[in-house]
């Protein structure tokens, strides 16, 4: 039986017969002994119903130094012998799972199926499985929700989950949690339980449906080229797209409709003096583009931000013709007002997004540039400074406030393959570079968003999903998992925060759409 493995752990060691294995060294002596002495305390586990494994966190720790030393007999032994010892080696097996698979210690999450092989060799001597309905519930519910997929078959298995006798304790178990509906990560992993469990009472589309909280509403189709952004704010939304349009949709019980549009150039055959009354073309005439390609520019992404004027927002619109176009939008008039221009660069700006505390706009462009517009006051000439970061085209990036009003992170990615983090000094407004990791995708990398102050997920075309790490004491970024997901041609990413438990939703775009599920407790990815 080989160890699960990566690129830092060399875990394909076999397990050894404990029979007829010994441990003369000091270290196994003592450890015997503390053993022994651990043995005369007594055990909480079969009175508490909380199964408190304080008395045996020490033992553990040297289970897992024994086991990062690659000396697996020294920690198969102790193993052995505190299981064989127990009066209740089934809970203890489930108290050392729990407590394993509850840290953020990705090397601790390795020994898990170590431990149920081990346990497998040593339970000859207890052939009958004692387990109280708690802990049957808990495995359910704590320890196959925190487990990984290659895991669960062995933990579904070494528990015997599959047997008559539980199947009803199963059945009722996913029903309360589909009834519940709290928690659409672990409402999707049941379907996986489920096909390992061959139980057919529950079907899975009954399960499908009940984390299937997203109908159809209506298809819009009022944009006459390609769309290349979306963003929502309150009840309203704003699309962008190539003919240099911008659309206002609102949404009203359930009914969307269109309230408001610009585009540089009008269709005047089309869309008559104004299309609609919601054209300001006087605002219009401020553009010095207008009169030359309006036709041919494109707009490439949009941010927007309430105003202070209840009813008016102001949005931040990246074209193909390298200008920055702030708006403003009023929903009483449905009208797009152009209020400033700014550049700064010659090249294709990709996207935007805002730090809406002091109205600043953040936009890539296609040489590599990251640049901060400063629009708090748009009277006069936007401030503004840049810094070159990528080879090449900056395809997207996100940003997080790491000191309140002072210091953001920006963490963003390119055509070049790499990831880039920087700092933004807010009140003396410069850059400074962080980290970097050069073509660490090996192809473009689409899309990046944090997930708090100090870990981000990348993506790229290559299918790879890459979960970072910065280790702000030790300096330096850290790749801490790789994840491939099914679809093909990525072009971007989002993600949606679920609920208080630290988990997410990752959307992935490209060829088809993929929806990926992380618990950033226990650093896990759900497909």
């Given at each position: ?39 005369k305390e007594p055990s909480n586990t079969a009175s508490d119903s909380s199964y408190n494994f304080s008395n045996y966190l020490e033992i553990y720790e040297r289970i897992y130094k024994f086991y990062c030393q690659n000396e697996h007999k020294q920690w198969q032994l102790l193993f052995s012998d505190i299981i064989k010892q127990s009066s209740t080696p089934y809970e ?192 219009n005439k401020k553009d010095n583009y207008d009169d030359d390609h309006g036709l041919d520019v494109r707009f490439t992404s949009i941010a927007a931000i309430p105003m202070a004027d209840i009813g008016n927002y102001l949005l931040f619109v990246t074209a193909s013709d390298a200008i920055l176009r702030i708006f403003r939008y009023t929903i009483s008039s449905n009208r ?16 935007v997004k805002v730090y809406s505390k002091r109205y600043i706009a953040f936009v890539s462009s296609t040489d590599g540039l990251l640049c901060a517009y400063d629009c708090l006051t748009l009277d006069n000439t936007i401030r503004s400074t840049s810094i070159k970061l990528h080879q090449s085209g900056i395809n997207d990036f996100d940003l997080i406030e790491i000191i ?124």
């Open positions: 039986m080989s160890f699960e493995s990566d690129d830092t752990d060399n875990d394909d060691n076999i397990l050894l017969d404990n029979d007829t294995s010994t441990d003369d060294s000091e270290y196994g002596k003592n450890s015997k002994n503390k053993l022994i002495e651990h043995k203890l097996l489930y108290m050392f799972l729990d407590h394993t698979l509850s840290t953020t210690n990705n090397k601790k999450h390795k020994m898990v199926i170590p431990f149920i092989e081990q346990f497998k060799q040593i339970r000859s001597s207890h052939k009958n499985i004692e387990l109280d309905e708690t802990i049957k519930r808990n495995i359910l519910l704590k320890i196959c929700r925190r487990c990984i997929f290659s895991q669960l078959e062995s933990i579904i298995d070494i528990f015997d989950l599959r047997s008559i006798d539980n199947q009803s304790i199963v059945i009722n178990f996913i029903n309360e949690q589909i009834e519940q509906q709290e928690d659409i990560i672990f409402i999707s992993q049941l379907t996986k339980i489920l096909k390992l469990l061959e139980i057919n009472a529950i079907s899975f589309e009954k399960i499908e449906k009940s984390y299937s909280k997203c109908e159809h509403i209506s298809t819009l189709q009022s944009h006459l080229s390609a769309v290349c952004d979306i963003i929502v704010i309150d009840n309203l939304f704003f699309s962008c797209g190539a003919r240099a349009q911008i659309f206002a949709w609102q949404m009203k019980n359930n009914i969307v409709i269109r309230s408001g549009h610009f585009m540089l150039h009008p269709l005047r055959r089309r869309h008559g003096g104004g299309g609609g009354g919601n054209i300001n073309n006087d605002e797009f007002t152009l209020l400033q221009t700014s550049t700064h660069s010659e090249y294709c700006q990709l996207r309140d009003n002072n210091l953001l992170r920006l963490a963003s990615v390119g055509d070049d393959g790499s990831v880039h983090v920087s700092i933004f000094d807010i009140n003396n407004w410069i850059w400074k570079r962080e980290y970097s990791k050069d073509n660490i995708h090996q192809s473009p990398a689409t899309g990046i968003r944090f997930l708090n102050q100090t870990m981000f997920v990348s993506i790229g075309i290559d299918q790879r999903l890459k979960l970072w790490t910065i280790k702000n004491d030790e300096q330096i970024l850290e790749l801490t998992k790789n994840y491939l997901v099914d679809i093909r041609d990525i072009l971007s990413m989002d993600m949606i925060f679920c609920d208080e438990k630290n988990e997410f939703v990752i959307v992935i775009v490209g060829a088809g759409v993929q929806t990926i599920q992380f618990d950033l407790t226990n650093c896990l990815f759900y497909s």
